[in-house]
């Protein structure tokens, strides 16, 4: 354990205090090893509600004035995606470490750059994949590297609900992005191909829904459903293995995640002709909610970037992680368009 009396803090600055931005604030005010050093927005208001909470922090409009700043160790950027490059590389190059909301940028070439530059610095460059600090995530994780599950024979994912309506990116961009760093966090593998089929009735241009199904090397079918036009909020992973079938419910907090008994028995599948026998074939055993350590994924996030900060060790969520995510969100934009079947790139 290291002592909070002697350990230097990790300064922090906020980039963006709009809609996600003030989480951060408060998650690294919480911790004792960072400190909230300055916040900075375009909008007025946006600060306005920030001063009304935190006493004693800076706040700028001037991003850039940050980046000459001598005493600053980090920054976190929340700003709008089109913006993300410019801000980052700016930071990495004045020698920040960075963290990035996701999507991790607009495009991969843009985030390779980044990586270049922070590798050749030697900065911590991360990428807010959240859901890979979630602890129900993480156990199924765990369950899928230790075959507790059997083989794995697909996967489906749910993301939809009411708004927030987005006028700067589309569904696939804004909600899918959690659920692709999902699968490939799960699975430690890149997808082979995706199709991806979407339509706007909101906005021209602008998908309100998508769906997206992506093949594996391991032979996984993964599908996601990602909507803002749903009446109800959804936020719902399904695994079905030989075994065993698990859910990761986001919405139900108290039992986010659950795990079936479930599994066939191919012999007698193939030895009875009975419609009937398939009560044989198909075993129901129990239903159990596994012991999940209650945390906030946010924080746990935030945590883990001081610790590579202060220990220079790589993020769980790297700048490779965000480069394949990036990557898979290219690949099906593009079967969005050709509404073709393609290889992810």
Same mark, same amino acid.
């Given at each position: ?47 306005h509600k920030i001063r009304e ?5 800076e706040l700028i409009k001037d ?28 930071? $990495?190059?004045? +020698?920040?470490?960075? =963290? @990035?909301?996701?999507?991790? /940028?607009?495009? %991969? &070439? ?91 009735? $909101?906005?021209? +241009?602008?998908?309100? =829904? @998508?769906?997206?199904?992506? /093949?594996?090397? %391991? &032979? ?126």
């Amino acid at each position: 354990m290291y002592n909070n009396r002697i350990m230097k803090k990790t300064t922090i600055g906020i980039i963006g205090c709009g809609y996600w931005g003030p989480n951060y604030v408060r998650i690294f005010n919480e911790l004792p090893e960072a400190q909230v050093r300055c916040c900075c927005d375009l909008e007025e208001r946006n600060l306005h509600k920030i001063r009304e909470l935190y006493q004693g922090l800076e706040l700028i409009k001037d991003y850039k004035a940050l980046a000459r700043d001598p005493g600053l160790d980090a920054v976190v950027i929340t700003t709008p995606l089109k913006t993300h490059f410019e801000i980052a590389k700016l930071f $990495l190059e004045c +020698g920040k470490h960075v =963290l @990035v909301e996701k999507p991790f /940028t607009s495009n %991969s &070439r843009e985030a390779e750059k980044l990586a270049a530059i922070a590798g050749k610095k030697g900065l911590t460059l991360m990428v807010g994949h959240v859901y890979e600090y979630n602890a129900a995530v993480q156990k199924l994780k765990e369950m899928v590297d230790k075959k507790e599950l059997g083989s794995l024979y697909c996967c489906s994912a749910e993301r939809v609900g009411l708004g927030p309506i987005r006028k700067q990116a589309n569904a696939l961009w804004d909600l899918a992005t959690h659920d692709i760093s999902i699968a490939l966090y799960l699975l430690g593998q890149y997808p082979l191909k995706v199709t991806a089929v979407g339509e706007h009735y $909101l906005q021209n +241009g602008i998908n309100d =829904l @998508v769906f997206i199904s992506l /093949t594996f090397p %391991s &032979r996984v079918i993964y599908n996601i459903y990602v909507s803002w036009i749903a009446p109800e909020k959804v936020r719902k992973t399904t695994l079905v293995g030989s075994r065993a079938m698990a859910v990761f419910n986001d919405v139900e907090k108290a039992e986010s995640l659950k795990v079936y008994e479930r599994k066939f028995d191919r012999n007698l599948l193939d030895s009875t002709p009975e419609y009937s026998d398939h009560q044989l074939i198909v075993s129901i055993g129990d239903t159990y909610i596994p012991k999940i350590a209650q945390n906030e994924p946010l924080k746990e996030q935030a945590r883990h970037f001081l610790q590579c900060v202060r220990e220079h060790t790589r993020p769980l969520s790297d700048a490779g992680d965000g480069i394949r995510v990036i990557k898979v969100l290219e690949s099906a934009e593009r079967s969005l368009k050709s509404k073709r079947t393609l290889r992810c790139q």
